[in-house]
């Protein structure tokens, strides 16, 4: 008899044990439809109907000794503020020295003639003029030429080479714009010089300046470490301390204290000669007296 509100009154054949199947999905009998287009994600085994993607290979990472690495990380980034930064800084200052000094004579705001102020000279030949190179080296130096912690010196130094010529590259470029326009009132000449020699002009000590500061950057990131043997595993969890580490022990056994023997012989003193008393089950002398054997009992049988 069975209860009318009794749940396992219906399990049927799927309440025998077995397990019951799935419900199709929209995708038909292989379940759920998967996604990018019919195709599943790569390394899972695909539906049915559904052509099968392997998975894709591990990208190999790439050599410190080349001269580019292409590739954007947080590193190379930052070793690119670095050394353009560095760059800017050391134009900076070299600029407000030399506006100091022509200050002494000529006001630093006075305009002469069709030329800029002082202050206007001082912002375009250290900020504006150069910016073309800036970017350009930061470009490189991010995403092709990184500054590696793991590259050695040499291969630094030719990616802050590589890095300078993208930024008078970057120079040149600008230059056919200012140089074509220019053209028009001065002749061609005007193209020359902005495409040609004030990039050149301007790149070469940009450059060196760059080795400099990518220098300072590849010693700020880290210098590769050497291998200097395993690393030392003491107080790692699974290690043991050495049996023969342990130091001997430096406090001495002193006298042998009588001990207490069984119930009703007293105290066993230990035995001068080594036989009788010294170890556990030893024989007596021959010349000893021997204990009884039953102390509390009658006399022995004769």
Do not use: C, K
């Amino acid at each position: 008899m069975t209860n009318p509100g009794d749940p396992q009154q219906d399990r049927g054949y799927y309440g025998a044990g077995w397990q019951q199947p799935a419900p199709p999905g929209p995708g038909g009998a292989g379940g759920s439809v998967p996604p990018f287009g019919g195709q599943p994600p790569h390394g899972v085994q695909p539906a049915a109907g559904v052509p099968y993607a392997p998975p894709r290979p591990p990208r190999a990472p790439a050599d410190p000794r080349r001269a580019f690495a292409p590739g954007a990380s947080v590193n190379n980034t930052a070793g690119a503020l670095i050394a353009v930064v560095s760059l800017v800084l050391v134009e900076f200052v070299s600029g407000i020295v030399g506006l100091i000094g022509t200050s002494l004579v000529v006001s630093p705001f006075a305009h002469y003639g069709a030329g800029a102020s002082l202050v206007g000279s001082f912002i375009a030949s250290v900020f504006l003029a150069p910016f073309p190179f800036y970017a350009g080296a930061f470009l490189a130096l991010a995403f092709l030429t990184p500054i590696a912690r793991r590259s050695p010196l040499p291969t630094v130094l030719l990616r802050a080479v590589l890095a300078g010529a993208a930024g008078t590259i970057a120079l040149a470029l600008v230059g056919v714009f200012t140089g074509a326009f220019g053209a028009i009132t001065s002749g061609g000449s005007r193209l020359v010089i902005d495409v040609v020699t004030n990039p050149l002009r301007n790149g070469v000590p940009f450059t060196v300046m760059l080795l400099a500061s990518a220098t300072a950057a590849w010693l700020w990131l880290g210098r590769p470490r050497r291998n200097r043997g395993p690393a030392p595993t003491s107080g790692l969890p699974g290690t043991v301390r050495p049996a023969d580490a342990v130091p001997p022990a430096t406090v001495q056994p002193g006298p042998q204290q009588p001990q207490q023997g069984p119930y009703g012989q007293g105290l066993v003193r230990p035995d001068p000669h080594g036989q009788y008393g010294g170890q556990y089950g030893a024989q007596p002398r021959p010349d000893q007296q021997q204990p009884p054997a039953a102390p509390w009992g009658g006399p022995a049988p004769r």
